[in-house]
């Protein structure tokens, strides 16, 4: 297998993001998770070619980093963080605004663009998701959740509504971005935003808790569940009764699951048993099965490889720790991250056998 | 020639080579004289006794010579003789057959005219029998002698045709063609008397035939006449296909009266169409043809009638053994009567339809017997699932008294249609009956399926709120106990018992590989396992999760005063838990003795001590002295990776141990989630502390458990705002009040 590369930060971390704006190259930002200290961004610029690592270090001047999205447009990072005083902590989130390239070389310190606190709720926050293409983002508390309006550094709420033992929320890709999904416990529940009423519901995605929720970016209707009973779930959420594949292939709780956003059948699970897995999903996959749709180079002529299988493709087992984020690189498909408990980020490529497999 | 002289000895005196002048020359030369004197003397003697030899042989010789001479002469003389009286014997040999001549050429006119006066008579004579014939076929018919008439009639007809060109006879051709006109309207007329039975109809067929008319019509109608009969017997047959009519009343319809009507109408049939003389072959052809076709759609309406009132009749007798030999008495006669028609009509064999219905009995009566033995393992489930409930710890008697159950009732049922195999019945003959009845109705749809169902029932106890959690756990050891003997003893008993050979090739049926039912089994219990575990270990989690995740660690204000009391409710869980697990799958002997001699009173003790003097202190120190995250590290270089939800083994320390992971894993997957202050720190610590006084009874591998709790206790102080940790014996003190 290719080599991968392996960076170190010196306190735990929970949280890792990939950079989605402009740029022509990978990179990753890592959040730093530590009771006893401020937390940390760590820029990650990754070069393919020379298997490099560079970095910068941000201090946004916070408690300890639990989640970390950036926007898609406008250079912005929404972070969520734990505010930690002598008597008390609460987990608050806010968006900070990332320096342009040619600002200092070494990183610094970070100026907050906005602090997205509700008058009357006192909760903690659980997560924040920047929407796909507008300047908004659903953020879930303990007990209910809030979509925020940021444009152009104003914010203001937009609407929110109580919803019980909320985990975590996330966009819908598809339907113009006007859906989004609410995790409670074991359930998954599509929300309508226009509506602001339940447009589905999975009651029982997973035996126990629900860890993460998401979208095939390419193939509406379908969404990936995983969860603390070892499995990743595939649904085409008209059919809330029945998973569409399930994958009992962690040993562990399933923290992460991940869609390649460019060839969906590419998906990456992780979990606290320390190992992140590359799957293949062509069965349920946008791509057409048994031809691929980039077929017309010159290599026509020579006889089409077998379609990926179902399966594992590949094990990564580098880290020692459980690994709760995993992310593809939004400007290389074939490129991703995972971060585990211990601080350990390694980047990791899509074995090149697979890649050719996918492209030719 | 030389050399074969050469071989010879020349001094040899009486060999054929011997040389005088040279035998000579070498007594002179070697011989002293008087062995030559001696030599001499004895040859002298010898010439002198051949000489003598020779004389006699010549005398005696010459006699013989002299009387045959003799006797040639005398036959010479007595030939003449003879040779004159032959040329006498042949003059007179001549002479008689001139004679005899003579004689027939005078007799020969005389023998004309008696041989044509004969002739006229007989020509009279049927002249006159043609002349009387009108009158006789009109007494005939009016006394219905019709065999009589016709026989005249054809007879008759001989001659008419004989003497066609004398026109007076023509007028009694038509006399009696007009009578006989008559006799075959009367003949016919018989066909729709329904009283009339198939034998009456049978003589007049055979004299239709005679009378020349088509076979085929005749046979139609023959059968047309019977048919209403047969139709009427069908219908009361039919009516009597209610519930309330008993078995025999209705077998008694139908074999006794349907089928007897019908051989009888088949032997009349063939008799007069089939089996007669009269015909050319291939009308006798047309008529088995019209009779197959006519017996074909009678018997299957027949059998589709007895094989709804058999499968009703099976239904309700399965139980009733004394209903049953009636059910299968019957059968056999039915099978019987079947045989005996077939043997009636050479072209068609309905014997395979007979069987097929029996099969299908057999089928439906293996399907009733399979419906009760899942009836039965449902109740005995449910039945041990209450039972547990009440009283736990008897699950080794349930566990028996289920599979007791189970196996009493695939017994009964095998006996049961082992009766179909009885040699007193006649179909139970047939081998391929026997081969289907074994294969496919009692290995397949009784044995094979029972455990098909069980493999069934197992994979979806998980899903069903029916059952308590307990009973996944014992249903996995019985189907483990199953796949190890059980499965194989009953399906290697129905082969011996009914005989299928495993590895028959050309049996045209697919049997169901025994390996194959006991991998089933054996996944299908360990998935049993593996989700009791999982629950069980959620339960715990669960618990635990109420003392860490929902609190806000961060507002404790005291020191701990003892174990969280959830803490004391995951011990006592896993009490309960190992009593019953022990119950169901209990450890290997060894191991039960080193839980015995652990359990016990000092030995405890003395492994506490052990644990505070060196394992807990260094704990202590270490993490003073070292940064925890490398400490973790360190420890994880050495340990091996602890897998949660993994394969489970199935013993008892196995099933706790895996249960215990489980919980623990979570709760520092919950410690790792919250923030917190020293206090709550020194809650985990005392917390952890008391789980580990007692964990330990329940598991296999401290070393996992210890590595775990260490992770917890590293998490849990990175995780704490003012690291602050209580002394190793104020933790025990806290740890072990209130016990």
């Not at chain 1, 339940?198 to 995605?205: D, G, L, N, R, T």
């Not at chain 2, 001499?40 to 042989?57: G, N």
């Amino acid at each position: 297998m290719e080599s991968s590369a392996i960076y170190g930060l010196e306190s735990q971390g929970r949280t890792l993001c990939s950079y989605s704006t402009e740029i022509e190259s990978v990179r990753f930002f890592v959040g730093t998770l530590s009771t006893r200290s401020e937390g940390q961004i760590h820029q990650i610029d990754f070069e393919d070619d020379l298997n490099q690592i560079s970095r910068k270090v941000y201090k946004p001047k916070i408690g300890e980093i639990w989640q970390m999205q950036c926007a898609p447009t406008d250079n912005l990072l929404g972070l969520v963080y734990n505010q930690i005083s002598d008597s008390s902590c609460r987990m608050k989130c806010g968006i900070w605004k990332l320096p342009s390239e040619d600002q200092s070389s070494n990183g610094g310190d970070l100026d907050p663009v906005v602090e997205l606190e509700l008058a009357d709720v006192s909760e903690n926050v659980r997560s924040l998701d920047w929407h796909s293409t507008k300047p908004q983002c659903v953020i879930s508390y303990e007990n209910s959740f809030a979509i925020w309006d940021v444009t152009n550094g104003h914010h203001k709420v937009k609407s929110t509504l109580n919803f019980p033992n909320l985990y975590s929320a996330k966009w819908n890709p598809h339907l113009d971005g006007n859906q989004f999904a609410l995790i409670s416990a074991s359930s998954v529940t599509g929300m309508d935003l226009r509506s602001m009423k339940e447009a589905w519901k999975i009651p029982k995605a997973h035996k126990f808790q629900v860890r993460d929720v998401d979208f095939n970016p390419n193939k509406q209707y379908y969404m990936a569940t995983c969860g603390d009973d070892c499995s990743a779930r595939f649904w085409d959420f008209r059919n809330p009764s029945e998973p569409l594949k399930e994958l009992m292939c962690h040993t562990h709780w399933v923290w992460r699951v991940r869609f390649n956003t460019f060839h969906d059948q590419l998906v990456l699970t992780s979990g606290s048993d320390s190992r992140v897995l590359l799957h293949s999903l062509a069965s349920i996959s946008s791509e057409p099965q048994g031809r691929t749709l980039f077929s017309d180079s010159e290599e026509e002529d020579r006889a089409a490889p077998a379609p990926l299988e179902d399966g594992i493709l590949a094990k990564y087992e580098e880290h020692e720790d459980a690994v709760y984020a995993v992310e593809w690189s939004s400007y290389d498909p074939w490129i991703f991250a995972s971060l585990s408990y211990d601080g350990r980020l390694v980047i990791n490529r899509v074995p090149k056998s697979q890649k050719y497999k996918i492209l030719l | 020639m030389e050399r074969e002289r050469e071989g010879e000895n020349p001094y040899d005196i009486n060999g054929t080579g011997f040389d005088p002048d040279k035998f000579i020359k070498k007594i002179n030369k070697e011989y002293s004289l008087i062995k030559l004197m001696d030599t001499e003397k004895s040859l002298i003697r010898q010439i002198q006794d051949l000489d003598s030899d020779m004389q006699t042989l010549v005398y005696e010789n010459y006699n013989k010579f002299i009387l045959a001479t003799d006797t040639i002469r005398k036959m010479k003389t007595d030939f003449r003789e003879m040779e004159d009286k032959m040329v006498l014997l042949s003059d007179n040999i001549g002479r008689i057959t001139q004679s005899s001549a003579q004689i027939s050429d005078g007799l020969k006119e005389k023998r004309d005219k008696v041989s044509r006066l004969s002739g006229i008579h007989d020509l009279l004579k049927k002249l006159k029998f043609l002349f009387e014939l009108p009158t006789k076929l009109k007494q005939h018919c009016e006394e219905s002698n019709y065999e009589e008439a016709v026989r005249c009639y054809l007879d008759g007809m001989e001659f008419v045709n004989e003497f066609k060109r004398f026109p007076s006879l023509q007028a009694i051709k038509e006399d009696c063609q007009h009578i006989v006109v008559c006799i075959r309207t009367d003949l016919y007329k018989d066909f729709d008397d329904q009283e009339k039975s198939s034998q009456d109809l049978t003589r007049n067929v055979s004299l239709l035939l005679s009378l020349g008319e088509n076979s085929s019509v005749l046979g139609k109608r023959f059968l047309d006449n019977a048919l209403p009969k047969l139709v009427q017997n069908m219908n009361s047959l039919r009516s009597a296909n209610s519930p309330n009519v008993p078995l025999d009343e209705f077998m008694e319809l139908g074999c006794g009266l349907f089928l007897s009507n019908l051989s009888l109408v088949i032997a009349s049939f063939s008799q007069a169409f089939i089996q007669t003389s009269e015909l050319v072959e291939e009308a006798r052809l047309e008529s088995q043809e019209m009779l197959k076709k006519f017996v074909q759609g009678l018997m299957d309406d027949f059998l589709t009638l007895m094989q709804t009132k058999l499968i009703l009749e099976t239904k309700e007798t399965n139980q009733e053994s004394d209903r049953r030999e009636d059910l299968l008495k019957a059968l056999d006669r039915l099978y019987r009567r079947i045989l005996a028609i077939s043997t009636l009509m050479p072209n068609s064999d309905f014997a395979p339809l007979g069987l097929e219905l029996i099969s299908a009995i057999a089928n439906k009566d293996a399907e009733i017997s399979l419906e009760r033995i899942k009836n039965s393992f449902r109740k005995a489930v449910k039945e041990s699932c209450m039972e547990l409930r009440t009283h736990p710890g008897t699950s080794q008697e349930t566990l028996g008294s289920i599979l007791a159950t189970l196996i009493l009732q695939m017994k009964s049922s095998l006996t049961n249609l082992k009766d179909f195999c009885r040699p007193d019945f006649q179909f139970s003959h047939n081998t391929e009956f026997r081969q289907r009845m074994a294969a496919v109705t009692v290995r397949e749809g009784l044995v094979i399926s029972s455990f098909k169902y069980l493999i069934e029932f197992g994979s979806h106890l998980t899903h069903s709120e029916e059952y308590d959690i307990l009973t996944w756990l014992l249903l996995a050891k019985l189907y483990l106990d199953i796949e190890m003997n059980t499965v194989e003893y009953m399906v290697s008993s129905v082969e011996s018992e009914f005989d299928v050979r495993r590895d028959r090739k050309h049996l045209p049926w697919e049997l169901t590989p025994v390996a194959d039912v006991n991998k089933s089994l054996n996944s299908v219990a360990k998935q049993l396992v593996r989700e009791f575990v999982a629950i069980q270990g959620n339960q715990i989690s669960e618990l635990i999760k109420e003392t860490v995740l929902v609190r806000d660690l961060m507002a404790v204000r005291n020191e701990p005063d003892g174990p969280q009391p959830q803490m004391r409710k995951v011990i006592e869980i896993l009490t309960k838990l190992e009593k019953y697990i022990d119950s169901v799958f209990p450890d290997m002997d060894s191991a039960a003795y080193f839980r015995s001699e652990k359990s016990s009173d000092s030995s405890k003790r003395s492994y506490n001590t052990t644990m505070q003097g060196s394992k807990g202190h260094h704990r202590g120190s270490m993490w003073s002295s070292l940064d925890p995250n490398m400490a973790t590290n360190i420890q994880k270089l050495f340990s091996e990776k602890v897998e949660i939800f993994g394969e489970v083994g199935l013993h008892k320390s196995d099933i706790l141990m895996s249960i215990v992971k489980i919980g623990l894993r979570a709760f520092l997957e919950y410690v790792r989630l919250k923030t917190m202050d020293k206090y709550s720190l020194h809650q985990i610590q005392v917390d952890v502390h008391y789980l580990q006084l007692y964990l330990w009874r329940f598991v296999n591998n401290e070393g996992f458990m210890h590595s775990l709790m260490d992770e917890i206790l590293a998490s849990s102080i990175q995780r704490c705002v003012h690291v602050s940790l209580l002394e190793s014996p104020m933790v025990e003190m806290i740890a072990e009040k209130n016990n």
